[in-house]
């Protein structure tokens, strides 16, 4: 039972965090309307994480063309839909380990109620060991279920975060990307100084 506690706390803990992370990491202005004019001048757009990527893959002066332009998306793609895909493979490690340790403390318990038939000799302290094993039988196996229960809907929230973020990066490109057509691969009038190699993934 400890063991499935300490299961518990650390699936959560862990579970909770990479929720945040994943939250976090949102394009604002979803409906696009205010894309061209962010991708024109970077500085317009408001603080957050549509700011840092279009810092990000519009820095370096004259570089805005569509290869490298691809290539630093990739950067920011790896760094974010990439650790994120990490942690919530890591998340279903800890959810598939609970029914499991259920499954370890459900033979443990019927060890320990065979001992007891083994061991009986028609007194009640016999008895007490035959159902202090089923007890930790049936208690162990419940434990787990109802762990990972929870923590199955949690991961299909992250992955849902998952997957909004990663179509909603995919359409930021193609925005970046027939702006800069239009243009002429001309730099933005507001190219931020300086250059920023990849943006980590909120929490990492």
């Not at 279009?54 to 998306?73: A, E, H, K, M």
């Not at 060991?129 to 762990?147: C, E, F, M, P, Q």
């Not at 991961?155 to 930021?172: D, E, G, N, P, T």
């Amino acid at each position: 039972m400890s063991a499935l506690a300490l299961l518990s706390v650390s699936l959560y803990t862990y579970g909770f965090w990479v929720l945040f992370g994943a939250r976090a990491c949102q394009i604002e202005g979803a409906s696009g309307t205010e894309w061209p004019l962010w991708i024109a001048f970077p500085r317009t757009a408001p603080e957050g994480f549509t700011r840092n990527v279009l810092t990000c893959v519009l820095s370096g002066g004259g570089n805005q063309v569509p290869p490298v332009v691809r290539q630093r998306f990739a950067e920011v793609r790896s760094a974010t839909v990439g650790t994120l895909e990490q942690k919530i493979r890591l998340l279903d490690t800890l959810i598939a380990a609970a029914p499991l340790l259920g499954l370890l403390g459900t033979v443990l318990g019927l060890l320990a109620t065979f001992t007891g038939l083994s061991d009986a000799h028609g007194g009640n302290e016999s008895l007490d060991d035959v159902a202090r094993g089923i007890r930790l039988a049936l208690v162990t196996t419940a434990s787990g279920l109802v762990i990972a229960l929870p923590g199955l809907y949690l991961s299909m929230s992250i992955r849902r975060h998952h997957q909004r973020f990663s179509l909603q990066l995919q359409q930021l490109e193609c925005a970046v990307l027939a702006s800069l057509e239009q243009l002429g691969a001309a730099p933005p009038l507001d190219t931020p100084p300086g250059g920023t190699s990849i943006y980590r993934f909120p929490g990492a």
